[in-house]
């Protein structure tokens, strides 16, 4: 498994963090922290492009949370774009696919308040 990689970008939408590697018990505290510190708007939307991540454990998940929680804090909104299909069964077996709009890659996502998944 490859070491975590983290990449932030601004795009219209508001900030992107490209996430590639493992996200895992060890790694998932870096992704927090850095969530932490991402300064959103009201109205922006978070978009979590998971495309690169080649695992995630409960502490991945459990990071993925902890976006939401800081997106839905600041009144924005947050979107996974790319999602590995193992992640992405996962998420739907506990009924994350419900709280988090899901897109094919970072490029399909709409602004925020224009839509769900895709």
């Not at 939408?13 to 996200?23: C, K």
């Not at 922006?44 to 939401?68: K, N, T």
């Not at 804090?73 to 419900?98: C, E, F, H, K, N």
């Amino acid at each position: 498994m490859s070491p975590l990689k983290i990449t932030t970008r601004d795009a219209a939408t508001g900030p992107v963090l490209e996430i590639s590697g493992g996200l895992d018990y060890d790694n998932a505290p870096r992704l927090q922290q850095l969530i932490a510190t991402v300064a959103l708007r009201p109205g922006q939307r978070l978009v979590l492009d998971l495309g690169g991540m080649e695992f995630c454990d409960s502490s991945g998940i459990s990071s993925l949370i902890a976006a939401h929680n800081h997106a839905r804090a600041a009144r924005a909104d947050i979107a996974l774009a790319a999602v590995p299909a193992s992640t992405l069964r996962t998420l739907r077996i506990v009924g994350l696919d419900q709280i988090f709009a899901i897109y094919s890659d970072s490029d399909a996502v709409p602004p925020a308040g224009n839509g769900g998944g895709g």
